[in-house]
């Protein structure tokens, strides 16, 4: 174990919490063990650790991933998040592995957000998520879904029309989540936009992606 990963184990480890890992891991379908740390706690605990990190982040990440507790993917997801811009276009197959691996919607989400900053900033990159969207795994073509959130008025709108199209008809409940998710975000910017979307396109879109897409609309 590196230095940097035995220090977070130190900085989480006092603070677990084994009535209330129980019911985390539940609510993530007993999928993952948990120390029982909530995330104000989490962060407080680990913050400096992060911001003093002079290394790979992606490194250091993927070296969280692999401890056993669902608690060090959280660190791993926050210290990508503090050292975005340190992220190089090279690192895309690495996070796409971290998308790969222990997926849910907890980890998988946080990385969208890292991967989107970095494609923003390397806008070659866009021809991988164009290529994401027709990925066999679904967690990478959410992550396609996903990666334009942040972006508001410099959203690619018809990247993100069309995306959600191309997906409309999928079955999967966090494919139809993140088609709704990623409207509804858009519609913060450009709510007419988006309202003629659903319009244009209601029998086409899930009754789940359409609810979350029109929610405040």
């Known amino acids: 174990m590196s230095d940097f990963a035995a220090r ?3 900085a989480l480890t006092p603070l677990a ?4 890992a129980r019911g985390m891991a539940a609510y993530m379908k007993d999928q993952f063990a948990f120390f029982g740390i909530q995330t104000p706690p989490r962060r407080l605990a680990t913050l400096a650790i992060l911001r003093a990190y002079p290394g790979d982040p992606v490194e250091a990440a993927r070296e969280l991933w692999a401890l056993p507790e669902r608690e060090y993917q ?3 997801v926050d210290l990508l998040r503090q050292h975005h811009k340190r992220l190089k276009r090279s690192d895309l ?4 592995g971290l998308v790969q691996e222990k997926s849910w919607w907890d980890s998988v989400d946080g990385l969208a957000v890292s991967i989107g900053k970095l494609v923003a900033r390397e806008p070659d990159l866009v021809k991988r998520m164009d290529a994401l969207i027709d990925a066999p795994d679904f967690w990478l073509r959410r992550i396609a879904l996903l990666h334009q959130l942040d972006r508001k008025e410099k959203t690619d709108t018809a990247r993100l029309f069309d995306y959600c199209l191309r997906c409309a008809d999928e079955r ?3 494919i139809r989540k993140a088609i709704g998710w990623a409207l509804r975000q858009y519609a913060r910017t450009d709510p007419l936009a988006v309202r003629d979307f659903l319009d244009a396109h209601r029998e086409r879109l899930s ?4 609810r ?5 609309l």
């Open 17 to 20: 919490d084994a009535g209330r």
């Open 8 to 10: 977070i184990q130190q």
């Open 172 to 174: 999967e409940f966090f």
């Open 74 to 76: 959280y660190v791993a």
């Open 93 to 96: 197959p690495a996070l796409e």
């Open 207 to 210: 009754g789940l992606s359409f």
């Open 212 to 216: 979350e897409a029109a929610k405040h």
